[in-house]
């Protein structure tokens, strides 16, 4: 009886390495993938803003050639403003030029716009690239932390699996059965053990006399509580190679 007690308290220092070694893995390739989309996220950002200060720039240059032909123009109607011969046609050429006036100013407040619209975007962009610069250095950690857990945990975990099955192999099918039910309603925590008289799982106290029982490692028995398996300090000290 004594070694039924023992191999299940093996049992679960093994599977407790292997459910540290599953949360390690489990938490990092989440932070990777969020990290990736949040950087996506971003490039996106600022590739959307350098394309608006492109278009912007574009604009003005096409406002610009504009701006030289209207005037080029306007200096035409100035110098025909000398010839001509009767007010209809001088009331014509000042309307022209008055006309052009208003599309210049109003081109020219359009590429003062512009300007400032480019400028707050470069100013954006510099603002944003920062942040880029962290969170790619904080991926590149945690692919780093990733592929290296990866590396040990393969040969950690195989080292566990086979010495988990070479436990298991000693472990009695019905004690198998409860061992792997309760840990499974228990979220890994199978075996428990009687710490300062009370059940390591739930922390209440044992009753006195089945704390005498339970010493006596003669006999499987289950933490009234919590119904994990309880096994003697006197087990987990020799198992754990106290
Ligand atoms: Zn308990």
Redesign the pocket.
């Known amino acids: 009886m004594y070694n039924r007690l023992k191999v299940l308290y093996q049992l679960q220092l093994v599977d407790d390495q292997l459910d540290e070694l599953e949360e390690l893995r489990g938490d990092l390739p989440n932070m990777v993938r969020s990290l990736e989309s949040r950087i996506n996220e971003i490039k996106e950002e600022i590739k959307l803003k350098e394309t608006e200060q492109k278009e912007s720039v574009e604009k003005r240059a096409l406002n610009e050639e504009e701006i030289e032909k209207l005037k080029e123009s306007q200096q035409k109607f100035k110098a025909q403003l000398y010839q001509v011969r009767n007010n209809k046609e001088y009331d014509a050429l000042t309307k022209e030029i008055d006309h052009s006036d208003e599309q210049i100013s109003k081109l020219e407040a359009e590429n003062n716009a512009l300007a400032d619209l480019s400028k707050s975007l470069s100013y954006q962009i510099e603002e944003i690239k920062p942040q880029l610069d962290v969170l790619n250095a904080e991926l590149k950690e945690k692919e780093a932390d990733l592929k290296e857990i990866i590396k040990v945990n393969e040969k950690e975990e195989m080292k566990l699996l086979d010495e988990r099955k070479k436990i298991e192999d000693q472990v009695k099918k019905p004690d198998l059965s409860v061992y792997t039910r309760i840990r499974k309603a228990k979220k890994g925590k199978a075996v ?1 053990t009687l710490k300062r008289s ?7 106290i ?1 009753p006195a006399q089945r704390q005498l029982e339970i010493r006596k490692n003669n006999k499987l028995f289950t ?6 398996i ?1 096994v003697s300090q006197e087990i987990a000290e020799e198992v754990e190679g106290k």
């Not at 009370?198 to 209440?204: L, P």
């Not at 933490?223 to 994990?228: I, P, S, V």
């Open positions: 428990a009370a059940c390591s799982g739930c922390h209440n044992v933490c009234e509580y919590c119904g994990r309880l």
